[in-house]
């Protein structure tokens, strides 16, 4: 399954068809910066702040390119879905363990 360009949106987590969650953590015009996983990583409470993005380098591309990846239904928190939106600590969890602070504050600025 393939998102379309508007079902991508900062603050939603997503799992990539090869069990990769990625966070959408900033967009900016065509570009986004997101935290991923490694495969097969699961968020080990989708109630806690615990986020799966430990050590993992963020990525900057553009929403099409992100888009275009296959994407898979997965539950979180109870709710079967493409994407589930994350809490204010779950997001600030996600950009603090891939270390995104200054690259979001670039992109914004542009």
Known sequence: MRLKEKEVEVGYLYLATANQYRAVLAMKGEFLIYAPSLEGTAPS????????????????????????????????????????????????????????ESAIATLLAE
Not at 56 to 75: N, W
């Open 45 to 100: 409470n989708p109630v806690s702040v615990t986020m799966p993005f430990e050590n993992m380098p963020f990525k900057k591309c553009q929403i099409g390119t992100f888009a275009k990846k296959d994407y898979q239904v997965f539950d979180f928190n109870g709710t079967e879905a493409i994407k589930h939106k994350l809490n204010e600590l779950q997001l600030a969890e996600a950009i603090a363990q891939c270390n995104a």
